[in-house]
Every structure is written in C-alpha cells, then in structure tokens.
C-alpha cells in the first residue's frame, strides 16, 4: 500500500509537492532507501526472494515521478506560449548615429557644381616633395614664398634625395595632373593640406581645393566665369558680387585675390547683395604661369590655363554660419548638431 499511496500522491502533485515526494520516497532517508538498505541484513536466500519487488517499486515510483515532472513542465511552458506575445511590428528603440562631416559636406557639393561644368576630380599625396609642392611652382629655393608657408617639413630626405613635407597647399595636384596626361584638363583637387599655424581661423590641418584648366585659348574671361558660375552654386543665390583684385603667387601671372560681396543682416555677415556691405576674401587665383607650364612638360604657346586655390573650412563657415575653426575638428556630436548637420 506503500506504492499505491506514492503513486496517487504523484498523480496530483504540482512542482514543489512532486519534489517533496521523491524526498519522502527515494531521498537519503526515503521510505524507499530503508527497504533497499534491509536488503543489506538478509539471508542470501531471502534477499534473492525479496529484492526483484523492491527494486520494481523503485522502478515503477522514480519512473511516475520523472513523467509527472515531465507533464507539469509541458503545461507550464504551454501556459506561458499562450499568454506572452512578441510584436514583431514594433519599432527599435533608436541607436546614436553619425552624420557628414561640413567639411566631406562641403566637398560633395563642391564635386557636384563643378561636375556640371565638366571637371574631374583629381588627387594627390599629402607629403609631397618639394619639387612638387614648390619648385615646380615656381617657387625655387632661395624664394622667400618658401618661408611664408610655415611648411613641416620631415627630417630626412627620402630614397632619392627628396626633401619630403606635408603639403602646403593643393598647388602640386596641378602639376601632377598636367604631368600624367595630355590637356585638355579640367579638374578639381580637394584635400588636406598643413602649414604650422593655430588660431580661431587657421588649424595645422585643413582642406583647399584646387581648381585647373588647360586647353587652348583660356583666358582670364573665363576664370571669371568659372569663379562666379561656382560662387552663386554654392551659395545658392543669384545676387552675389565678386570682386578680383590683383594679387601675386609665384605659379600664376597675372594673378587675382577673389573676394565675395556680403550684406549685414542683424549684425552676421550674409554672403550675397547686388549692393554689398564689404568684402570677404574667399581665393586665390590666376592664370597658369609660363614657367609652370614649361615645368610639366607642356608648349605656353600651345597650353593655357587658370588657377584657383580655395580653403574649404571657410568656404563651410561661411555657408553654415560656424564661427571657430577649430570645433571642425574636435569631434563633438552636439557641435554638428548646433550646425543643423544630424543624420
Ligand atoms: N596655392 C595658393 C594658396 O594656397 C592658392 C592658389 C592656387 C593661388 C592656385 C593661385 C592659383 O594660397
């Protein structure tokens, strides 16, 4: 009676009431365990006669006990199935995400504008070789132009007797273009360039782009045309003024400073006005010089061209109103987001 009174505890057991009848049962000190552990005491023969039922008892008890388990545990996963549900429809939470740089920004639009006048972009090294970054230019040596650029130069000359820098401008991407392939060329050449300098509007790092021609017959007409076709693209208005002032660079003759008209509006400077209130000085440009043409293997009486530089990091401060040049690059989400720049 001791299995039939097991069996119908196991049978309406829950979890926690099952456990406490394998303890009852077949635990250290079980009703169970003591009838095994008579066996120990018995004749031989009695044991072989007694042993085969107590054994089947533990069988037939341990067996009832795991399938019940096995039940009760089936119910309470269905249970659970029925009444949790997953909505596949909802949306994730957000996670923090990037957005362009003004800078790649800038560049992007700079790409496009000039795309549709029918430039290339072109690239170059950023350590160059002097030759590249100066001689090349018309810059020799002795040339005082050398000092201005605050250049850093590498202490070693390279494999071949090069005097390596960090480029000072986006100047040596024209004579590595006219130098790869015949005019006539068209091309723009953004990047970073690098003179020793720091403050509020100049960083040891920063971005030019470099606008050439080449082709026969380009006059300073059509640098003109180029700068105010490009100026009213990228600021995207039609009422802007440019004034050319002659200027000097070594690698062009003549040569033109470009200034922008801007109106004041509640005090901040707006690039645009048929009537500007002042000027804001924005390139540097001209046409090709001679010398430098002749350097890159070309005929001046064949080839002409113009040339502009331009820094980027102004051209973004000024078309999206930052004023420190040196929160471009510190890296700061909110400093992006002030800007209006979210992904
Ligand atoms: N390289 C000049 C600078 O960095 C800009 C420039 C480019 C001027 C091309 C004329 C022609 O200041």
Redesign the pocket.
Known sequence: HLRDQLLSDITSADLPALEEVRVRALGKSGAITALLKTLGQMSPEERTERAPAIQALRTSVSEAIEARKAALEAAALDARLATETLDMTLPIAPAPQGSVHPVSQVMDELAEIFADLGFAVATGPEIEDDWHNFTALNIPETHPARAMHDTFYFPDVDGEGRKMLLR????PV?IRTMMSGPPPIRIIAPGR?YRSDSDATHTPMFH?V?GLVIDRGVHLGHLKWTLETFVKAFFEREDIVLRLRPSY?P??EP?VEVDVGYTLTNGRRVIGGNQPDGWMEI????MVHTKVIEACGLDPAEWQGF???CGIDRLAMLKYGMDDLRAFFDGDLRWLRNYGFRA
């Open positions: 000072t401008h986006t100047s024209q360039t030019q470099e660079f690698f062009t040569s390139l540097g440009s001209g040339a502009f530089g």
